[in-house]
């Protein structure tokens, strides 16, 4: 990461979706296996 993180969950429409805040930012990386996550 460019910056710092400071926080991150996993989303998406089917949890493979890695969400990371920065200080500035909000970063999303794509991974391959879905993460824990609640569907709400």
């Known amino acids: 990461m460019p910056e710092v993180p ?8 089917d949890g493979k ?8 930012s909000l ?3 794509d991974v391959k296996v879905a993460g824990h996550f ?3």
């Open 6 to 13: 400071a926080n991150l969950c996993f989303g998406g429409k």
């Open 17 to 24: 979706t890695l969400f990371i805040t920065a200080r500035t």
């Open 38 to 40: 609640i569907d709400r």
């Open 27 to 29: 970063y999303t990386v």
